[in-house]
């Protein structure tokens, strides 16, 4: 009777236990999409409102990753440039993700 009752238990243990992993990596990668849509979606609204030399440094340097030096060197700005174009982009654009995430938390709550 005993055996009985921890067969059963451990039945119910492993069918909770296979189901519960798949949500949190659902999570994970929903939460990964989520916030790739919206750090383009920032992006394109920064590019829109910056100029197209500062979004090339920016686009080399972070998005592509390329060496500061090499950025400079290809499009003939001092290596100080770079940074400071890094710079004040990427405040931009952290600004931007900040005021999509207040909207899209906004909407839902006026779905709710």
Known sequence: WSAGRGDEGTGTGTMNRLADPAAPEFGAEWDAVWEKNLVTQALERVR?????RQFQIFDLYVIKAWPPADVARTLRISLA???LTKHRVAAQL???VRRLERAAEQALRGTH
């Open 48 to 52: 829109a409102k910056i100029e197209e």
């Open 94 to 96: 952290k600004n931007e």
């Open 81 to 83: 440039r770079v940074y």
